[in-house]
Antibody, heavy 120, light 110 residues
Framework: EVQLVQSGAEVKKPGESLKISCKGS????????IGWVRQMPGKGLEWMGI????????RYSPSFQGQVTISVDKSISTAYLQWSSLKASDTANYYC?????????????WGQGTMVTVSS | QSALTQPPSASGSPGQSVTISCTGT?????????VSWYQQHPGKAPKLMIY???KRPSGVPDRFSGSKSGNTASLTVSGLQAEDEADYYC??????????FGTGTKVTVL
């Protein structure tokens, strides 16, 4: 079974750093792009960016360029989303996504989400 | 990249049809046949319902259909059922392996 399993919920203070993870299994991890999506509380979905594990080619949404870092560790089939200095406005649920079964442009596999709460 | 525009809400009685629009530009919806639709129930991860404008993944009822004209895509849910009550988001490819989501539509089954 193809699945993405994300790390657990986090509670952090403003200014702290954070790295959340997304572990892929059941498929060739290096062969499929993995994306990240933000959903702020009570709000809609926002595209953040995507990485190709095979060569770490990374594309960011203009809205998130410079705000977060997307990376991958092929050896453990895990993608990461990282902040160097969190803000309260980073409070959101973050999903990793995979376009696997139907189209290279449609995300049929979603992680369970990682809730990040940033509060002083 | 601005979010695609969807109506905030839509509703219908059981058995009726509801259509949700998703308006973008020639740089996203109008420029590519890579429009997808996602259903999200409260507290759950989104689920792919339509891809490449009008194709349905296996397991998605044929009550769900998609179309596109110019810069506007549409999702129609026919024969509404109680379990269709959810938030729906469109998404479009925008080139260079980037995407944009719609603002979301809450569908209520009356």
């Amino acid at each position: 079974e193809v699945q993405l399993v994300q790390s657990g919920a986090e509670v952090k203070k403003p200014g702290e750093s954070l790295k959340i993870s997304c572990k892929g299994s059941g498929y060739s991890f290096i062969s499929y792009w993995i994306g990240w999506v933000r959903q702020m509380p009570g709000k809609g979905l926002e595209w953040m960016g995507i990485i190709y594990p095979g060569d770490s080619d990374t594309r960011y949404s203009p809205s998130f360029q410079g705000q977060v870092t997307i990376s991958v560790d092929k050896s453990i089939s895990t993608a990461y989303l990282q902040w160097s200095s969190l803000k309260a406005s980073d409070t959101a649920n973050y999903y990793c996504v995979l376009a696997y079964s139907y189209s290279s442009r449609a995300f049929d596999i979603w992680g369970q989400g990682t809730m990040v709460t940033v509060s002083s | 990249q601005s979010a695609l525009t969807q109506p905030p809400s839509a509703s219908g009685s059981p058995g009726q049809s509801v259509t949700i629009s998703c308006t973008g530009t020639s740089s996203d919806v109008g420029g590519y046949n890579y429009v997808s639709w996602y259903q999200q129930h409260p507290g759950k991860a989104p689920k792919l319902m339509i891809y490449e404008v009008s194709k349905r993944p296996s397991g998605v009822p044929d009550r769900f259909s998609g179309s596109k004209s110019g810069n506007t895509a549409s999702l129609t849910v026919s024969g509404l059922q109680a379990e269709d009550e959810a938030d729906y988001y469109c998404s479009s490819y925008t080139g260079s392996n980037n995407y944009v989501f719609g603002t979301g539509t809450k569908v209520t089954v009356l």
